[in-house]
């Protein structure tokens, strides 16, 4: 796959995420969310239809290291194990979106929360030749894991239940990436105006031997995606007894001139010893590093306020326009990212060493704090997992405390600072950040839009 | 319900702060009174405890574990002299060694789901402040102690600061469940951090939601109407019966992790002592006003639409014996009590007449004791937390609403293939419905 390419699955799999989340939350509109990354068929969303599905059925896949595909280069020649993972529900959204004129569709596989608490189970053994090995057993709910649909020529889709950028395999134990068996994963292909109609059954069930990135094993799954009826977003109706207000939001797009710094992070196990027992972390001990600047994904400046407040006030807000700061506008800066995040672990003697391509970051900052900062966080997003063993870091973790200077939305480029928040666990490691970073912002093109919004 | 609108609001928290990443402009403002950083985690451990008598139900080999971690920002607010903080948690794993049967012995679940929990910060007597984790976190289905136990668990809060305030929660607490001793060690602490930060942008957060709010596109006119309607007030009882749920452990998969393979058991759940009052609404929009008889006469042959509701107090008692028997023949059997439970009432789906729905509206797990089992979603399905599902149903004529003494069977028969589980269902639960008084029948106007 192309870094294009994976950035663009990485950018379509997180904006779609929150589209579809949004969607799921009730608090959507059809026309507030819009895809801004580059290179992705982003835009204004014109309609969007959800189909709900039940799943039925569960995936395995068993694996051992392989030598043939270079477990040894990774130190994952001593696991092997079995990931059992079973969705429960999902729904398809079938999206269309308009950008520069051009109207694209995009459709989505997102699997939703778990009833029965998760959906994925591991039980991954480690064998060690010199002392006594390990079991790492633990289970993670991969709810939201979302799958792009390929649209093909002609009207069809594919669907592919393990997506380069999903999460459904991912657990703290050592074993294969969704990304990893992407080509051996089941698959159907439907037409699109099937899917779009619902009540169709999806067949992904099958069994397929693997072998990459270290790991040799197979997929079996006897899982079937059952669609219910489509639903369309009903209409947003406030009801009478909420207040409603017309809300401005500008939004000035920004781009990334300038990044300094580090991010690095010790892990190490749990000392407690039920847990490192179970989860074989017993004595394990690690890093995590950046190891490539970040590709930003979308930067932008935002004023929110009411639409009674002038334009120019918004401006104001922005730095753009000289003034004092005006009452009434909300101001927040926010910058996804994603960067190859790699990890390196040692446990009885052995180590294992790997690279999460796709490790994201969203760094968010609004109000003020004493003095006029700009101040808020910088949280994991994205795929963190690599094929070790490790912690999860799952969406919205915060790695970094982010702060902006007083003034800085009046320069033409402004620098966010990251620092290292405090050691945090991740249910049976401990993480410690370290490091800093700096993101110089260059202003670019304002936008704006007005909403009738609930205010109560 | 309080607690189930609470885990609603949580899961809205979740994917709020997923649809923050794109769309922050659009949120709304955040009605925070003060910005706190939460940090630490509370980490319960337990272990069969002889003195407790856990060799009679074979699990003195246990010991177990579940750390659920501070995650995010939060606020607090203090209305009519009551500090309300909410603490976010990320999902707890439960990891539990020598449980009954299961092999290599460890059994691991996350019972709280996608969303974690959360810790309330509330005023006790004479000044003082305590913390509880709602809903209460629970073993799942490992071993170890059910919510009940963990529920009553009240965290000492020391508050320091006037205008900024800071909490420290830091403790350790022992505690009995069943047949098992443990402790809790909470290392939270509450920092204030300056007003107007991102509140729960970067992870859950009490404050506010930060998805985008949605647009008006249309404010529906306002319009009179007339209702015929009747309202009833009903009295319920338990009479006898159980739910009974046989399960087994199956092979491969889920089972391996959940320490449940080639297990099997029963379990018996019963509303022991279950007596109250219900008020039943029923209305249908008319043209004309019609009298009391003929409003009553319509309810009985089924032409009013039932509201759903349920009859205070919300919650209700549960009591389950279970059965537990390992591969290797040692069982386990206990019986737990839970205070969970809730009944709805509504209209009976697709049915003339109404519906009386037993369910379990914060998964808590009511199916669940001190043994390994299933739980309530593996024992009576996906929907056993809600009033379109329910633990049991059981259909109710309209005219049994308005006569005398009138049997009712909670039942939900079938089968459930659920995560490490497969359980089957019989049984039921048999109450008694009356009529007590009719408290209005007729016509009104209202808005709309």
């Given amino acids: 796959m192309t870094k294009r390419g994976r950035l663009t699955a990485l950018a379509v799999a997180l904006l779609a995420l929150a589209a579809l989340v949004a969607a799921s939350a009730q608090a959507q509109s059809q026309s507030s969310v819009l895809f801004f990354a580059p290179g992705i068929p982003g835009g204004k969303v014109l309609s969007e239809t959800n189909i709900p599905a039940t799943v039925e059925g569960q995936l395995t896949v068993t694996y051992h290291g392989d030598p043939g595909t270079g477990c040894a280069a990774y130190g994952l020649c001593a696991y092997s194990g079995t990931v059992v993972v079973r969705p429960e529900s999902g729904s398809f959204a079938v999206v269309t979106s308009r950008r520069r004129g051009r109207v694209r569709q995009l459709v989505l596989l997102e699997f939703g929360p778990a009833n029965s608490g998760y959906t994925t189970a591991a039980v991954v053994q480690r064998s060690n030749p010199t002392g006594a090995g390990g079991t790492c057993e633990d289970a993670q709910d991969a709810s939201f894991s979302t799958s792009p649909v390929q649209l093909l020529h002609g009207g069809s889709a594919t669907i592919t239940l393990l997506a380069r950028t999903g999460t459904l395999l991912s657990t703290r134990c050592a074993g294969p990436l969704d990304g990893d068996l992407h080509s051996a994963s089941p698959v159907a292909t439907v037409a699109l105006r099937r899917l779009e109609h619902g009540g169709i059954s999806i067949d992904l069930t099958g069994a397929r031997p693997f072998a990459a990135h270290g790991f040799a094993g197979t997929i079996a799954s006897s899982i079937v995606l059952k669609l219910g009826k489509p639903q369309p977003p009903s209409a947003n109706v406030t009801p009478p007894q909420v207040k409603t207000a017309r809300i401005r939001t500008v939004t000035e797009r920004l781009s990334v001139a300038r990044v300094g710094g580090s991010f690095r992070a010790v892990v190490t196990g749990s000392s407690e010893p039920v847990v490192c027992q179970v989860l074989d972390t017993c004595g394990i001990t690690g890093t995590l590093n950046l190891t490539a600047a970040p590709r930003v994904l979308s930067a932008d400046v935002i004023a929110t306020g009411r639409a009674s407040h002038p334009y120019g006030d918004f401006l104001t807000a922005l730095g753009v326009r000289p003034g004092p700061r005006p009452r009434g506008i909300s101001v927040a800066v926010t910058v996804l990212w994603a960067a190859p995040a790699s990890e390196a672990l040692a446990q009885a003697g052995a180590s294992c060493t790997d690279t999460a391509p796709d490790a994201g970051f969203l760094v968010a900052l609004g109000g003020r704090r004493a003095g006029g900062k700009l101040a808020g966080a910088a949280s994991s997003i994205g795929p963190w997992r690599t094929r070790c063993p490790g912690p999860s870091l799952g969406s919205g973790v915060p790695l970094f405390s982010a702060s902006a200077s007083a003034g800085a939305l009046r320069h033409a480029r402004f620098s966010i600072t990251l620092r290292p928040r405090a050691p945090f666990g991740d249910d049976g490691y401990l993480v410690s950040p370290s490091g800093g970073l700096s993101l110089e912002l260059r202003r670019g093109r304002i936008s704006q839009s007005v909403q009738v919004q609930p205010t109560g | ?448």
């Avoid at chain 2, 305030?165 to 607490?173: A, G």
């Avoid at chain 2, 205070?312 to 389950?320: D, E, G, H, I």
């Avoid at chain 2, 040692?330 to 003339?352: I, Q, S, W, Y």
């Avoid at chain 2, 056993?384 to 049997?407: K, Y």
């Fill in chain 2, 1 to 448: 319900l309080r607690n189930a609108v609470a885990r609603r609001l949580r899961a809205a928290h979740g994917t709020g702060v997923v649809v923050a990443l794109v769309a922050l402009a659009l949120a709304a403002p955040a009605a925070a009174d003060e910005s706190l950083a939460p940090s630490g985690s509370l980490t319960y451990t337990w272990h069969g405890d002889p003195a407790r008598g856990c060799a009679a139900a074979n699990l003195c080999g246990v010991q177990g574990a579940l750390t659920v971690e501070a995650q995010g920002t939060t606020t607090g607010g203090t209305s009519n002299r009551i500090t309300q903080v909410g603490i976010e948690f990320s999902a707890g794993t439960v990891r539990v060694l020598g449980a009954p049967g299961a092999a290599p012995g460890a059994c691991v679940d996350v019972p709280s789901g996608t969303f974690g929990g959360s810790l309330v910060i509330r005023h006790g007597p004479h000044g003082s402040l305590f913390g509880q984790v709602e809903p209460p976190l629970s073993s799942g289905r490992c071993v170890g102690p059910t919510e009940q136990d963990l529920g009553g668990i009240r965290f000492p809060v020391v508050k320091t600061g006037t205008e900024r305030r800071s909490f420290d929660l830091r403790s350790t607490q022992a505690f009995a469940a069943g047949p098992f001793s443990g402790s809790v060690v909470s290392t939270l602490v509450l920092t204030a951090t300056a007003n107007g930060g991102l509140g729960g942008l970067s992870g859950g957060g009490s404050g506010s939601f930060f998805g985008p709010p949605p647009v008006v596109v249309g404010v529906p006119s306002r319009r009179k109407v007339l209702l015929e309607r009747v309202v009833l007030r009903d009295r319920l009882r338990s009479l006898s019966g159980a739910l009974d749920v046989a399960f087994s452990g199956g092979s491969g998969g889920f089972c391996v992790t959940l320490g449940s393979c080639g297990a099997s058991g029963t379990l018996a759940l019963t509303l022991p002592g279950f007596d109250r009052t219900l008020t039943i609404t029923a209305t249908r929009v008319v043209r004309r006003r019609v009298s009391a008889r003929q409003a009553l006469a319509d309810l009985r042959h089924g032409r009013l639409s039932f509201e759903t509701g349920v009859p205070p107090p919300a919650s209700l008692t549960t009591q389950v014996t279970e059965t537990f028997q390992a591969p290797d023949g040692a069982t386990c059997v206990d019986t737990a009590v839970a205070r969970e439970a809730a009944l709805f009432f509504g209209d009976a789906p697709g049915a003339r007449g109404s519906s009386i729905t037993l369910s379990d509206p914060d998964g808590a797990g009511v199916v669940r004791s001190h043994c390994p089992g299933p739980g309530d979603s593996d024992a009576f399905g996906n929907f056993a937390g809600n009033p379109f599902g329910g633990i049991a149903r059981a259909t109710v004529a309209p005219a049994a609403l308005t006569s005398g003494d009138t049997a009712v069977r909670l039942v939900k028969p079938g089968s459930t293939t659920g995560l490490g589980y497969v359980a089957t269902r019989s049984g039921a639960i048999e109450l008694e419905l009356s009529l007590v008084r009719v408290l209005h029948a007729g016509t009104i106007q209202v808005t709309r």
